[in-house]
């Protein structure tokens, strides 16, 4: 006879003071719950400020956490070996792997100026060719891309675009 495992759902909550990760069923049963602290920063009376970085880096600490209590959870449930779990990291942040190398980001700023193009450093998210690479020794951040609507069925790029991007990729490589 198969057991039926049920639906279980998984809620993060980011509050002042930590990141919680639970784990509810399909009747809004909580389960089980992580908590993770993170340090809170003063800079004047009545506000608090947060390391961004620290508070992604404990989202994913709960979540695996979470994880491995509800693989032991479900098991002790419905039986030893219901459940295995095996947690593998294939996304990284670049941003620890690209800052003693900073020069680089630096040249890329220069070359995107020299075309006319106002250079933008903002984090990125997601499982990227160059975070894999900066990960592997060959530091590889993100320069543009020069698209919009990205990974929906309007998602498209000017031939403008792409003509100012391979115009700093040139700048870029005069610079070595």
């Given amino acids: 006879m198969t057991?039926?495992?049920?639906?279980?759902?998984?809620?993060?909550?980011?509050?002042?003071?930590?990141?919680?990760?639970?784990?509810?069923?399909?009747?809004?049963?909580?389960?089980?719950?992580?908590?993770v602290e993170h340090h809170q920063y003063y800079p004047k009376a009545g506000w608090v400020e947060h390391d961004a970085e620290e508070i992604y880096a404990n989202v994913?600490?709960?979540?695996?956490?979470?994880?491995?209590?509800?693989?032991?959870?479900?098991n002790e449930k419905y039986g030893e070996g219901t459940v295995e779990l095996t947690v593998t990291d294939s996304y990284y942040n670049m941003l620890e792997k690209i800052q003693p190398h900073i020069e680089i980001v630096e040249r890329a700023k220069r070359a995107m100026e020299s075309v006319g193009m106002t250079p933008k450093t903002v984090p990125v998210r997601g499982g990227t060719d160059g975070a894999r690479l900066s990960y592997e020794g060959l530091p590889c951040p993100n320069l543009c891309t020069?698209?919009?609507?990205?990974?929906?069925?309007?998602?498209y790029i000017p031939v403008e675009d792409m003509e100012k991007c391979v115009e700093m990729l040139l700048a870029l490589v005069r610079t070595f």
């Fill in 3 to 35: 057991r039926q495992m049920g639906d279980y759902i998984i809620a993060i909550d980011q509050s002042t003071s930590a990141t919680k990760a639970m784990l509810f069923n399909d009747r809004c049963e909580m389960l089980q719950r992580v908590n």
């Fill in 146 to 155: 020069g698209g919009e609507n990205y990974h929906g069925r309007f998602e």
């Fill in 60 to 74: 994913i600490a709960a979540v695996k956490q979470l994880m491995k209590d509800a693989a032991r959870f479900l």
